[in-house]
């Protein structure tokens, strides 16, 4: 099972409102709970395993994105004591931490496509590799966590983030 879900406000605390809190939890941290306690029946019976996205941002944090970097670290926080919580069962959890994937999350915008361009140059240059990820390399972890080459690798956050989190 793969949980794959978030909302990113971009505010300042001073701007946010109770509601973006709501939103974020919601859609990050609630669904996720949410989808896993339901999916749990089937995992057990089938020793599947559970992979939750995460984000760069649940470390790597950066102003403006508080609802954001605190529902990521929630999601790896689950992670981690499910993890443990179903070890014995044979079951296994992990998360991927993605950087910035090239996607069209990016296109989403009220910028010209000049200044949208100038902005993913400037989120590239902050990247140690200097460039965005592809969604195939996402996708790639995700295949080997689901894998039996993974079988004994649990309770891990893999970073796919150009080494970002590591700056």
Not at 5 to 14: D, E, I, K, N, T
Not at 66 to 82: H, I
Not at 148 to 165: C, I, L, P
């Amino acid at each position: 099972m793969v949980n794959n879900a978030g909302w990113c406000p971009v505010q300042p605390l001073s701007e946010m409102k109770i509601e973006d809190y709501d939103r974020a939890f919601s859609l990050d941290v609630r669904a996720l709970v949410n989808m896993t306690i339901h999916a749990l029946p089937l995992i057990r019976k089938t020793r599947g395993n559970i992979i939750n996205l995460s984000s760069v941002g649940a470390t790597h944090r950066a102003a403006n994105l508080s609802m954001y970097v605190g529902a990521k670290a929630a999601v790896e926080n689950f992670t981690r004591v499910w993890a443990i919580e179903l070890a014995a069962e044979g079951i296994r959890v992990n998360a991927i931490a993605p950087g910035a994937i090239d996607t069209n999350i990016w296109n989403v915008t009220d910028l010209s496509a000049e200044a949208a361009q100038k902005h993913r140059d400037g989120i590239a240059s902050g990247i140690p590799m200097k460039r965005f990820g592809a969604p195939r390399e996402v996708a790639n972890v995700t295949a080997f966590l689901a894998s039996d080459e993974a079988s004994y690798v649990s309770g891990a956050v893999y970073a796919v983030d150009g080494a970002q989190g590591a700056a």
